[in-house]
T-cell receptor, first 114, second 113 residues
């Protein structure tokens, strides 16, 4: 396994622009999660997928946020009309239901909205 | 409500000292999992341990040990003979539903040579 991969690692964008992040989970992991972490805080759950189905969304995920996992493999998280408050680290994790594994995290995408 | 509290925001120790990181949790469920993750400066969360609510046995892994006490809703983490490489932010987390980890605010551990 090569681990959970996230791209890009860093993104600086102007307020009002749209951004999209990608997450490639560990192969054969059928669950994929997105978290957001602001400075000095623990990660906060945003949403998760089992295969291609999005099973839960946090109230933190406003209408400007959308996540997809079209083929049950990689996932994208899009933020539309970014705001300065969106500046954070966006973490992706994956796990296997069959093997009852814990969640393995990627290195995150650090978003800065200027 | 589910909640994880790590009251220690920052801890600083000198190398070779033992250090305990506290974690207190709240949940109404009888079945749940508790976790510890390490976050070094690189940012990636590294899994350390998972315990389920039915297993209160303490666990030791090298210099790391964990004390799970349901009576006090605590899941504390001890590093024995700390090393500079242990410097990181440590998170305790609770999981009641698949994938939905609830993290504490983290404890930043600084181990000085």
């Amino acid at each position: 396994d090569t681990g959970v991969s996230q791209d890009p690692r860093h993104k600086i964008t102007k307020r009002g622009q749209n951004v999209t992040f990608r997450c490639d989970p560990i192969s054969e992991h059928n669950r994929l999660y997105w978290y957001r972490q602001t400075l000095g805080q623990g990660p906060e759950f945003l949403t998760y997928f089992q295969n291609e189905a999005q099973l839960e969304k946090s109230r933190l995920l406003s209408d400007r946020f959308s996540a997809e996992r079209p083929k049950g493999s990689f996932s994208t998280l899009e933020i539309q009309r970014t705001e300065q408050g969106d500046s954070a680290m966006y973490l992706c994790a994956s796990s296997s239901v069959a093997r009852n594994t814990e969640a393995f995290f990627g290195q995150g995408t650090r978003l800065t909205v200027v | 409500a589910q909640k994880v509290t790590q009251a220690q925001t920052e801890i600083s120790v000198v190398e070779k000292e033992d250090v305990t990181l506290d974690c207190v949790y709240e949940t109404r469920d009888t079945t749940y999992y508790l976790f510890w993750y390490k976050q070094p400066p690189s940012g990636e969360l590294v899994f350390l341990i998972r315990r389920n609510s039915f297993d209160e046995q303490n666990e030791i892994s090298g210099r790391y040990s964990w004390n799970f006490q349901k009576s006090t809703s605590s899941f504390n983490f001890t590093i024995t003979a700390s090393q500079v490489v242990d410097s990181a932010v440590y998170f305790c987390a609770l999981s009641e539903a698949p994938g939905k980890l609830i993290f504490g605010q983290g404890t930043e551990l600084s181990v000085k040579p």
